[in-house]
């Protein structure tokens, strides 16, 4: 494991889910909000890419299976990469009768790619454990998107001040639901951990978590679940009133939280094979 690895899955996700999540936003943001978007998704991907190539070992690979999945999913994800590119650079200016098809390739790209990532870091191939981890990814993906995208289109405001408080709150709920979900598989993993281990196959996931090195699973925790629950909920309340600038606010704080919280999920996935 290094850090190269750790940071291809944070950046690839984030990128990923921006894209995603831009299906759910209305037109009324702007072509600039899309341009902006998509562009940072592209951009962010790339930059996972480069630490891709750059890491010493492929992600978690242990045998020959789990090598070809991660090379495709890196050729998945650079196709999906190109897709949002073209998608950057014909935003509000051409080609508009595909453009919610090259959307689709960028969005779905990704998503695909997320998977096969998944699929390759399961070191365990017993369906429950690789089923685990895909959601473990997607809904990452899923909420550091709905984060960000939530942060910037609360920002945006600024831009057009005239734009429907509505949209907002759709984001905010869009957030919202998949911290449920975030939480939701990491419970589901963690017990699943636990009750899975057998002795004889090494430190249980148990003796992790009260262990010292449990400090980064606890940080997970608080940071990435807990903090954002209670964010993602002043936010939704503060949207509620239409007060954009105060939710705008909060959300940079909850983005923050996502961002910690997903690294370090990352960090716990690579060594400890629990998909948190």
Not at 87 to 114: K, S
Not at 160 to 187: D, E, F, N, W, Y
Request: hydrophobic share 55%; glycine share 10%.
């Amino acid at each position: 494991m290094s850090l190269s690895t750790v940071l291809f899955l944070f950046l690839s996700h984030l990128g990923v889910g921006i894209a995603c999540t831009l299906v759910f936003v209305s037109r009324d943001a702007g072509v600039k909000f899309f341009r902006f978007n998509a562009g940072l998704a592209a951009l962010l991907i790339v930059i996972g890419l480069a630490f891709r190539y750059g890491a010493l070992g492929p992600v978690g690979v242990v045998d020959a299976d789990q090598s070809r999945l991660a090379q495709l999913g890196v050729l998945t994800l650079a196709g999906a990469d190109a897709a949002l590119v073209v998608y950057w650079a014909t935003v509000g200016r051409t080609l508009a009768a595909i453009r919610p098809a090259i959307v689709a390739v960028g969005a779905g790209g990704g998503a695909a790619a997320v998977v096969l990532q998944a699929l390759a870091v399961s070191v365990d191939r017993s369906l429950p454990v690789q089923a685990l981890t895909v959601a473990s990814f997607v809904s990452s993906a899923a909420m550091l998107g709905g984060a960000c995208t939530a942060m910037i289109l609360g920002h945006w405001y600024l831009i057009l001040p005239s734009m429907q408080v509505s949209h907002l709150q759709s984001i905010v709920k869009l957030h919202i639901g998949s911290m449920i979900v975030r939480v939701a598989v990491v419970t589901a993993s963690v017990v699943f951990a636990i009750a899975t281990w057998q002795p004889g196959l090494g430190p249980s996931f148990r003796h992790y978590i009260l262990s010292v090195d449990g400090i980064f699973f606890w940080q997970r925790v608080a940071f990435g679940l807990a903090g954002p629950a209670v964010l993602s909920y002043l936010t939704w309340e503060t949207a509620k009133i239409r007060s954009t600038q105060s939710a705008t606010g909060i959300l940079y704080v909850d983005f923050f939280t996502v961002v910690v919280g997903e690294v370090l999920a990352k960090y716990i996935i690579l060594a400890t094979r629990v998909p948190v």
